[in-house]
């Protein structure tokens, strides 16, 4: 197995709504904010290359949507997906399997491309899509809160194109061993069943955070964003997933941490905190 970090952007979003109820005078200690209150925001992506598989966990906004879209988020640096598989060694027609933590736009919007008619394409086109049964109906009949972050073109034609595919759901919170060849935990906080791969590397086992942990920032169990439907759940499992990684020394892939690429967490007198930082390349190579 090799594992490889795929760079699909940077974007910024408002510290207040990725911190919550937490003051700014706490979170800007971490994620300092320029003047306009937006922190920096990486959409790093991991390709796993497993035998004859290869698989993409999650895959940005894309560049689909409008200039005014992309507007609310200020793009920045020249990053893509295109440009970091390349780096790697790769293309997209090269993928086998697309696995999508939740289909929030940021995390699956890569995912489906305009063909030069404008017509709805897959963007790997020679991918299965992962998602589970319980997500999908939660993202393609969205409620209120969360339907300006489902975006239909970029979910429903996974399905119309018959890539669609789905994970099993479990009865505890993790997985073991599914289709993929990764465990999965199961959070419900952020969004209806969001996925969090757990993939054995060498010895380690590299856990990609999503958005259960998005930076570093996130470590305090109160530091909850606002983007979450039931934030009381995402303490609890927050704490859970915390503990476990402290107690097994798991390496937590940070996906939109824009300054932290891989971590490990210890105990302390205040909870789980950060132990060492480490680069991609400091780990899979």
């Not at 966990?57 to 560049?63: E, K, L, P, V, Y």
């Not at 809160?145 to 009865?171: H, W, Y």
Request: proline share 4%.
């Amino acid at each position: 197995m090799k594992l490889y970090p795929i760079q699909s952007g940077h974007f910024k979003l408002d510290g207040g709504a990725m911190f919550g109820v937490v003051p700014k005078s706490l979170w800007t200690r971490t994620n300092p904010a320029d003047s306009n209150n937006m922190i920096d925001i990486a959409a790093r992506c991991l390709l796993i290359e497993d035998g004859n598989k290869l698989t993409l966990i999650d895959t940005g906004m894309g560049n689909k949507q409008s200039e005014k879209f992309y507007g609310h988020y200020h793009l920045y640096g020249d990053d893509s997906m295109d440009k970091s598989l390349k780096a790697a060694g790769f293309h997209r027609d090269d993928i086998t399997d697309v696995f999508m933590t939740h289909l929030h736009f940021d995390h699956c919007g890569g995912s489906i491309e305009y063909d030069k008619n404008r017509n709805l394409q897959p963007a790997f086109k020679n991918a299965h899509f992962w998602s589970n049964k319980n997500h999908w109906k939660w993202a393609t009949e969205p409620n209120r809160r969360e339907v300006a972050s489902f975006l239909k073109e970029n979910i429903l034609p996974m399905e119309e194109c018959g890539q669609l595919k789905f994970t099993d759901i479990p009865e505890t919170d993790i997985l073991k061993n599914s289709a993929l060849g990764f465990d999965i935990f199961f959070a419900n906080g952020h969004t209806e069943k969001q996925m969090i791969p757990m993939i054995h590397y060498k010895g380690k086992t590299i856990c990609f955070m999503a958005d259960l942990l998005p930076t570093v920032g996130h470590l305090p169990l109160p530091f909850v964003m606002g983007y979450d439907t039931r934030p009381l759940l995402t303490l609890d499992e927050k704490e859970r997933f915390l503990n476990m990684a402290a107690d097994n020394e798991l390496y937590l892939f940070m996906e939109h941490d824009a300054h932290n690429e891989i971590i490990t967490v210890q105990h302390t007198e205040k909870g789980v905190r950060l132990k060492d930082t480490f680069t991609c390349n400091d780990i899979f190579n």
